[in-house]
Structures are given as structure tokens and as C-alpha cells.
């Protein structure tokens, strides 16, 4: 048993996402290259184009337009920008969440920084 299991599993999850902004990136440099569209799923019976999903909370899934949203990782400026940034903004978020739980612990300045 660690002396503050919580504090320990803060740092742990601290470390989750500083490794999966490395995912991330690599995953962007991945999709973001012209021949990304060679892995792009084949049309699906109901579909005129190929598409992908996203589960919602209630489990149900929300069809988007594959090529679509691939080009617009690439070629939309805006997208492409925020893209770059959302995991970095969601791993604070997460982060502080997970601290905030605890009341930021001995609220040293890196954990004041979260808060």
C-alpha cells in the first residue's frame, strides 16, 4: 500500500496522459497523411459512403462520413489547429479533476497550477 494511494493513482494518470499525447501525435501524423485514405473502412450495407462511429453515453452510435472528416484533419486550418491541442487541454482537465477530488493534496505550486 502506497502512503497516499490517491496521490500515487494522480501520478499515474498524469503519466497516462503525457504518454497518450505521444499516441496522439502520432496517431494525427498518421491520419493527416495523403495515404491515410488507403485505410479508410469499405462502404458498409445501408451507406453510400464509408463511415465511422462514435458511441454515446446511452450506447447508441452516431454514423459520420469518413472521408469527410479525414480531409478535414488536413486540409480545414481551424480543425486541424484544435486537433493538435484537444488532448493536451483534456489530459489538464483530467488531471485537475482527479486533484480537485482530493482537494489538490499539499497544494505544491504544480498542483495549484491545475487548480
Known amino acids: 500500500m502506497k ?6 493513482d494522480c501520478g499515474q494518470l498524469a503519466e497516462r496522459m ?6 496522439h501525435t502520432a496517431a494525427l ?4 497523411d495523403p495515404r491515410a ?3 479508410v473502412p ?14 454515446r453515453k446511452d450506447g447508441t452510435q452516431l454514423a459520420f462520413h ?4 479525414l480531409d478535414q484533419a488536413r486540409s480545414n486550418p481551424a480543425i486541424a489547429d484544435d486537433t493538435e491541442r484537444v488532448w493536451l487541454v483534456g489530459s489538464l482537465l483530467a488531471v485537475g ?8 493534496f499539499d497544494r505544491a505550486p504544480e498542483l495549484e497550477l491545475l487548480r
Open 3 to 8: 502512503v497516499n494511494q490517491a496521490a500515487f
Open 18 to 23: 503525457a504518454q497518450g499525447y505521444y499516441a
Open 29 to 32: 501524423a498518421v491520419a493527416t
Open 37 to 39: 485514405k488507403a485505410l
Open 42 to 55: 469499405t462502404v458498409q450495407p445501408g451507406f453510400i459512403v464509408p463511415v465511422g462511429f462514435v458511441r
Open 66 to 69: 469518413y472521408h469527410f472528416y
Open 97 to 104: 479533476d482527479a486533484a480537485s477530488l482530493h482537494r489538490y
